[in-house]
């Protein structure tokens, strides 16, 4: 699925704040209600929305947060593990995998489980996580010259509105015509 200008804003501002409903993208997009829904259920059938979810705090999401580096000749067998949160491929058959363990006795057990090879095990001391927007080659337009953007767009909120300007120039000359 090829994904236009709109499509990204609108799951940048989902990513931001996924509570929004259509008539709050609607007004800040400049698009009927319909067609930001169309849009959505058009992302979520391609599989690009996969779910709506809520972000914690640091401190919260680090609580009993362990990292393991394991090796399994089943990788889906690690799904079976109620504790698992988190698995990246880093190898062939090598995995980082992140639990939430409080027990280490039950984090003892999990690294005794005969599917599993487990090489390292980190406790997690503190999690920090770093809003990037999302960055697709998806040619933009900016809202103030009109020229096709190809590098990271400038994002500029005014008025409940978000626009799309290809450099700090045409962010300035924007900002004086809106204001």
């Keep these: 699925m090829e994904l236009d200008e709109y499509d990204i804003k609108i799951i940048n501002l989902l990513r931001e704040n996924s509570r929004l409903t259509f008539s709050e993208l609607s007004k800040l997009l400049n698009l009927s209600r319909q067609t930001v829904k169309t849009r959505i259920e058009k992302l979520e059938r391609a599989g690009i929305i996969k779910k709506y979810t809520i972000k914690l705090s640091p401190e919260f999401e680090s609580k009993g947060s362990t990292i393991m580096i394991v090796s399994a000749e089943n990788p889906e067998r690690i799904k079976e593990i109620e504790e698992v ?94 204001d």
């Design 85 to 178: 949160t988190e698995i990246n491929r880093i190898a062939g058959k090598k995995f980082l995998i992140r639990l939430r363990v409080d027990d280490l006795k039950r984090l003892a057990s999990i690294s005794e489980l005969d599917f599993l090879d487990v090489h390292e095990i980190i406790p997690v001391l503190e999690t920090e996580y770093i809003e990037r927007p999302l960055s697709v080659d998806v040619p933009f337009k900016c809202d103030y010259c009109g020229k096709e953007i190809r590098d990271r767009p400038v994002i500029y909120r005014h008025r409940n509105r978000v626009y799309v300007l290809c450099c700090e120039t045409c962010l300035r000359e924007f900002k004086s015509i809106k």
